[in-house]
């Protein structure tokens, strides 16, 4: 018997991959499509639309990105044309539309991470997950580090990757700097008062290794510093803070 439902099997397989079977397939595909455009089956945009996987888009923003008329029959909508539509919303990254006969539509949307802010000559943006602004505003408030500087976008994903492997410092990071479009600065803990730490032009992620090693020995951000140079490849430069002396 098991030897009889493998062999029937693998004829089926066979079959389906065999000119026949593509002229069955085609036959079928058509035979469907002719029932779905001859069907008189009608989508509320209100009713019978479902949105899966959506946080920061609201529904009536994908229903109007949708632009589907009341009682519009189904074998009328695009579906392509309306997945293009959704995908240029702010927050989403990709969008997947089925339909579930006989009037239902069923949108799943992936949508983009933000991973900082960005602050570039008095304005402010959200950077996803590929370093690309967001054309929204809504979440800027979010606990994400904030990077400055024109070219920035193009080298968050670096700088984060690098930051990744030394948590006990990142965690501490409050915000990033470009310096002439070549490499960045990092203030620790708030933007006005926290150590400033300068990253050299490349390797950057070696240089907050040995940044962490030597933190870890001597408590260096537990100091009472104002900067960390790291530039060198062969020191760590260590600049205390300034204090200025008491009026008798």
Wanted: charged residues 35%.
């Amino acid at each position: 018997k098991l030897l009889l439902i493998v062999s029937l099997f693998l004829v089926a397989v066979f079959f389906y991959m065999s000119p026949w079977g593509q002229v069955v397939r085609s036959y079928t595909k058509t035979a469907w499509d002719y029932v779905v455009d001859k069907a008189d089956w009608h989508v509320d945009a209100e009713k019978n639309i479902w949105v899966v996987g959506h946080k920061r888009t609201d529904k009536e923003d994908v229903l109007k990105a949708l632009n589907i008329q009341l009682n519009q029959k189904m074998n009328t909508i695009d579906l392509d044309e309306k997945r293009q539509a959704l995908e240029k919303l702010p927050w989403i990254k990709k969008a997947v539309i089925e339909r579930k006969l006989p009037n239902q539509l069923v949108i799943t949307v992936w949508e983009k991470t933000p991973i900082a802010r960005w602050q570039n000559q008095g304005k402010y943006y959200l950077l996803d997950e590929d370093g690309q602004p967001v054309r929204d505003k809504q979440y800027l408030s979010e606990d994400l580090i904030l990077v400055v500087g024109s070219d920035a976008p193009k080298h968050i994903l670096e700088l984060l990757k690098a930051l990744d492997k030394v948590p006990d410092i990142s965690t501490r990071v409050r915000s990033a700097q470009r310096i002439e479009n070549r490499r960045w600065n990092l203030r620790l803990m708030d933007a006005e008062k926290g150590v400033e730490i300068l990253l050299p032009q490349t390797d950057i992620d070696q240089a907050l290794i040995r940044l962490d090693k030597q933190n870890k020995k001597d408590k260096l951000l537990k100091k009472d510093i104002e900067s960390i140079d790291i530039r060198l490849s062969d020191r760590i430069i260590v600049h205390p803070k300034r204090t200025t002396p008491k009026k008798k």
